[in-house]
Nanobody
Framework: QVQLVESGGGLVQPGGSLKLSCEVS????????MGWYRQAPGKQRELVAG???????NYADSVKGRFTISRDNAKNTVYLQMNSLKPEDTAIYYC?????????????WGQGSQVTVSS
């Protein structure tokens, strides 16, 4: 079983910064992708940023140049540094790990962190 515990959400003014953390525990296999997703009211959940076990990253166009995903393998933690935040970044942010075992993949989710960007 895999557990993800998020921290770091909150209220910030436009132009401000926040850093989300996601600590992963349990059985982590060698092949996986980790990511941050977000879901705003009335909208579908969308991928914000992802990082592979090899360290390759990808970002949604809407956050490129403002958000950075990173990880600390020693702490089994993945981070999302969010700078130059905009009101449209307001959403619940979810940490995810997708593990690949043979031809199957398994998704695990964090509990969600509210990020509100407002003056």
């Amino acid at each position: 079983q895999v557990q993800l515990v998020e921290s770091g959400g909150g209220l910030v003014q436009p132009g401000g910064s926040l850093k989300l953390s996601c600590e992963v525990s349990g059985s982590i296999f060698s092949s996986y992708v980790m990511g941050w997703y977000r879901q705003a009211p009335g909208k579908q959940r969308e991928l914000v940023a992802g990082i592979t076990n090899g360290g390759r990253t990808n970002y949604a166009d809407s956050v490129k140049g403002r958000f950075t995903i990173s990880r600390d393998n020693a702490k089994n933690t993945v981070y999302l540094q969010m700078n130059s935040l905009k009101p449209e970044d307001t959403a619940i942010y979810y940490c995810n790990i997708r593990q690949f075992v043979g031809i199957k993949d398994y998704d695990y989710w964090g509990q969600g962190s509210q990020v509100t960007v407002s003056s």
